[in-house]
């Protein structure tokens, strides 16, 4: 190699100097892991899974960014970090690179800021009307940026399935964690949410706090494990250990909602992706799910007992709000604070602070006539996208599809407590069709004029003789 640099071999320089910038680069991060391990001794448990990760990237460097949106989707809180969030300084950086990246699309870019104007603008409009004073919705917008960052950073089909590997793999821990902390005991990062009054059995909350939004993020990763599955290879392995786990973790919450969506995964994924091994993908799962039911009876059993009453009184709330202020709505985040207020004369629901329970009805409520709007112009850019660039075309943009319509699907039932995971499947959406050319739009067609018969020109009239010529 020194021959090589004498000689000015241009390959062996670059190669110096990339395990050069490679060893600094380790020296730097082990530096600053040590500092964290010093001051958050806490952080140990969790340092070998972070050394893994950071050689997985250092490897493939392209992996980086999927393992950021599977961080994301375990919402697991910083005190675990110790107080440091690398979803929050991962999401800023990855924001200046989706700056980059969206110049260098513009086709693509204008898209995803046409909808994310769509829905901030709604925001803006109904937070400056709150009778309090005006108020900064930074978190709204600090979620919509969940939706820029996988749009833009996440490049072409190939992007999108590393992380849609990383979001199986994610399920398989998400979902083991769920049933263990429901069969065996409740851990720090897989708590259990129990009922005050001992009615009801225990229900496996996880990294969320919340079951709900626990079953529903497990949930919208169905059609991942199916499509995993429908691979082939040892691939198939991971899709049906991932289904398997998913629906395990969603009986242990004892969500209801969870169960219509995952019925319309299986469903939707079989009968619409063409291929036989999703089908035998889905009555794998099923199968798996009918053998592991009996371990999860108590929350079943709860489940089915559960009054509906309270949710009820909400809904009917969220309408009396938005029939109160049909435009603008009350404000955003104003539905909890309000709500005592509206209950002491609706419904029967003797709960202080309760939220929605549904996403549309909360944009109803908290953004009016302008929101619901908004959200159906956005739904429309995206559609219009997905149809234009055939994003349902292949396998992958058929799981991807299925679990926007998961999600939407579980929404009837459910607040906008976890939308950034929304926003980054949306933005699943434009990535894939990032790398398909648009189809061509089809311009109006011109009525076909018929040619303007040729009148013929009239003949010329015959000489008459002259008189001398008749005299001859």
Request: contains cysteine; aromatic residues 10%.
């Amino acid at each position: 190699m020194l021959r090589s640099l004498r000689e000015g071999d241009s390959s062996a320089a670059s190669a110096v100097l990339l395990a050069s910038g490679a060893a600094l680069l380790g020296l730097v991060g082990m530096t600053v892991a040590l500092g964290f391990l010093v001051s958050r001794p806490q952080l140990l448990p969790y340092f070998p899974i972070a050394a893994a990760v950071g050689m997985l990237v250092l490897w493939r460097p392209a992996w980086l960014l999927p393992v950021f949106v599977g961080l994301t989707w375990t919402a697991i809180d910083q005190s675990h970090f110790g107080g440091f969030s690398p979803v929050q300084t991962g999401g800023m950086a990855f924001l200046l690179l989706a700056a980059w990246f969206g110049w260098r699309d513009l086709d693509v870019t204008r898209e995803v800021l046409l909808t994310c104007t769509l829905l901030a603008l709604p925001i803006f409009a109904s937070a400056m009307v709150i009778p309090g004073g005006p108020l900064q919705p930074r978190d709204e917008m600090k979620t919509l940026s969940f939706l820029v960052i996988a749009a833009l950073c996440v490049r072409g089909t190939a992007g999108v399935r590393r992380t849609v590997r990383v979001l199986v793999i994610v399920g398989i821990f998400l979902g083991l964690g769920a049933a263990f902390s429901v069969l065996v005991a409740p851990t720090g990062l897989f708590p259990l949410e129990l009922d005050p009054a001992g009615v009801e059995a225990p229900r496996a909350a996880g990294p969320y706090g919340e079951s709900n939004f626990f079953a529903l993020s497990l949930a919208a990763l169905v059609p991942f494990a199916l499509y995993e599955y429908s691979t082939g290879g040892w691939r198939r392995w991971l899709g049906i250990a991932s289904g398997i786990s998913l629906l395990m973790g969603i009986f242990a919450t004892g969500s209801r909602g969870a169960l219509i969506g995952v019925a319309f995964a299986l469903g939707t994924f079989a009968l619409f992706s063409g291929r036989r091994e999703a089908r035998r993908g889905a009555l794998v799962v099923l199968l798996a799910a009918a053998a592991a039911t009996p371990l999860f009876l108590s929350q079943a059993n709860s489940s089915a007992s559960r009054s509906v009453s309270g949710r009820a009184t909400e809904n009917r709330i969220a309408l009396q709000m938005f029939l109160d202020h049909p435009l603008l709505g009350v404000g955003p985040e104003q539905y909890e604070p309000l709500y005592r207020s509206y209950s002491r004369r609706i419904g029967n629901d003797s709960r202080p602070l309760r939220e929605p329970h549904s996403l549309y009805l909360q944009i109803a409520a908290e953004q009016g006539i302008v929101g619901l709007l908004g959200w159906l112009g956005a739904a429309m850019v995206v559609v219009r996208y997905a149809i234009r660039r055939r994003v349902g075309a292949t396998l992958l943009g058929k799981a991807v599809l299925t679990s926007v319509g998961v999600w939407l699907l579980c929404s009837l039932f459910l607040h906008a407590g976890q939308l950034r995971l929304f926003y980054v499947l949306v933005g699943l959406v434009f990535a894939l069709g990032a790398d398909k050319l648009p189809l061509p739009v089809p311009r109006r067609a011109r009525p076909v004029r018929r040619p303007r018969p040729v009148r013929p020109l009239p003949a010329a009239p015959t000489p008459q003789p002259t008189l001398l010529e008749r005299l001859r």
